[in-house]
């Protein structure tokens, strides 16, 4: 257990950051992760940058499959910062135990837990993903599941993708699904869902983000 807590996760930080919070809650997340997905095999390193010199343009936050990296940059907001290091940290987790997973299931996993006040809050209602899939399904314009899973999805309609993946990863776990298909994934590497439970899954999906959108109204 120490073993894996010293070395699975080679910092460099860039960034002035008090070193023990960032080992705490890097520890927190880890803890978090293992207990999902069991423990890692390969080291991960994970480089802090500052916002003018963080490499990469069109986001915040990003994990190299190649060179099993993240790279981060330093938010002072840190809940925030930290729920993306946590994202980043379930890529490298799920690239770690199944190889290169399937987009959906990568994006939707890293996005269905934060950092709140310091600790891991799982499943908690992303209100922008939910806002983003309500007004595509007014204009009709939601991806089918089948399109979700097996096509062009990050391609054709990116912040849908991201926000039906999460929506999609939140109903399998919260209606008790997730855990035989993910085992039956891991252990078989075969495609996720054959096209039955595709269509069974579908209405009860669309139902879910009818039951979690009236609870939120009726929380407002
Ligand atoms: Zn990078
Ligand atoms: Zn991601």
Same mark, same amino acid.
């Given at each position: 257990m120490e073993k894996e807590k010293m070395f699975h996760y080679k910092v460099n930080c860039r960034v002035k950051f008090d070193k023990k919070e960032l080992d705490y809650h890097i520890s927190t997340a880890r803890e978090y992760l293992n207990g999902l997905f069991g423990k890692s095999t390969k080291c991960c390193s994970v480089e802090v940058f500052n916002h003018n010199e963080?490499?990469?343009?069109?986001?915040s936050g990003a994990y190299h499959h190649s060179c099993n990296k993240i790279c981060i940059y330093y938010s002072e907001d840190h809940d925030s910062f930290f729920s993306l290091l946590l994202h980043e940290m379930t890529h490298n987790k799920l690239h770690d135990i199944l190889g290169n997973p399937p987009r959906w299931l990568d994006e939707g996993l890293a996005q269905y837990a934060v950092f709140k006040n310091g600790k891991v809050i799982p499943g908690k209602i992303k209100m922008n993903s939910l806002e983003t899939i309500l007004n595509s399904a007014i204009k009709d314009e939601l991806m089918p599941l089948d399109y979700l899973i097996n096509g062009d999805s990050f391609n054709c309609n990116r912040s849908l993708a991201y926000a039906e993946s999460w929506s999609f990863i939140h109903f399998l776990i919260n209606t008790y699904r997730f855990n035989k298909y993910f085992k039956r994934f891991k252990d078989?590497?075969?495609? +996720? +869902?054959?096209e039955d439970e595709i269509k069974n899954l579908e209405p009860r999906w669309i139902a879910y983000l009818d039951l979690i959108t009236t609870s939120q109204e009726a929380c407002l």
């Open positions: 963080f490499p990469h343009s069109d986001c078989t590497k075969r495609e +996720f +869902f054959n």
